[in-house]
């Protein structure tokens, strides 16, 4: 079983590239979320979805866009990327119902390096 | 907004010995609270959970926390460590009806032998 994919795992951008961060789940889980990873700061939500077609925007949205076209997608893009969005990003998903309290099922992370 | 302090950054302990991880919130109203376990190259696993009830939750491997509502914390115990217990823990906090779940720094515990 694969619970939650994330593609790619490492990759290197120059500033003002884009690109997009494919993460994937079989569970059937409604709720997806991104979040990115920085040292000293723990997880800090980017971007979320309750469903398919529908996103949200989470605690450091800016500069960065989300699309939930199918329910077990969720993608994350970059369309110019900056050297302060180097981090390690994180997809994570939950179950159907009460998603405040669910717990989260992680990918193992996609570390986005920026020069 | 809620949100969360991880007290220690860094706990470094021998094998055998008992650690505790410090764990506080703030938030205005009910929270749900959860404890989870990364290791090295890997995402984030749930250890354990409060969400209602008796105020000591454990997990499968020993480690157990405490609601105290009163001091606002959620403190992460384990009477014995081993080896395999290295990794970084993050607590994490929601608030009712609220998606955006806040997690804390993250406290690095390494297992010496």
């Known amino acids: 079983n694969a619970g939650v994919t994330q593609t790619p795992k490492f990759r290197v951008l120059k500033t003002g590239q884009s690109m997009t961060l494919l993460c994937a789940q079989d569970?059937?889980?409604?709720?997806m979320y991104w979040y990115r990873q920085d040292p000293g700061m723990g997880l800090r939500l980017i971007h979320y979805?309750?469903?398919?077609?529908?996103?949200a925007k989470g605690e450091v949205p800016d500069g960065y866009n989300v699309s939930r076209l199918k329910k077990q997608n969720f993608l994350l893009g970059l369309e110019s990327a900056a050297p302060s969005q180097t981090s390690v990003y994180f997809c994570a998903s939950s179950n159907q119902g009460e998603a405040y309290n669910s717990p989260l099922h992680f990918g193992n992370g996609t570390r986005l390096t920026v020069t | 907004a809620q949100s969360v302090t991880q007290l220690d950054s860094q706990v470094p302990v021998f094998e055998e010995a008992p650690v505790e991880l410090r764990c506080n919130y703030s938030s205005s109203v009910s929270v749900y609270l959860f404890w989870y376990v990364q290791y090295p190259n890997q995402g984030l696993q749930l250890l354990l959970k409060?969400?209602?009830?008796?105020?000591l939750v454990e997990s499968i491997n020993g480690f157990e926390a405490e609601f105290n509502k009163s001091q606002t914390s959620f403190h992460l115990r384990k009477p014995s460590v081993h080896i395999s217990d290295t990794a970084e823990y993050f607590c994490a906090v929601s608030m009712y009806n609220n998606n955006d779940m806040r997690f804390g720094a993250g406290t690095r515990l390494t297992v010496k032998p």
């Open positions: 979805s309750v469903g398919e077609g529908t996103t």
């Open positions: 409060y969400l209602s009830g008796s105020t």
């Open positions: 569970m059937n889980h409604e709720y």
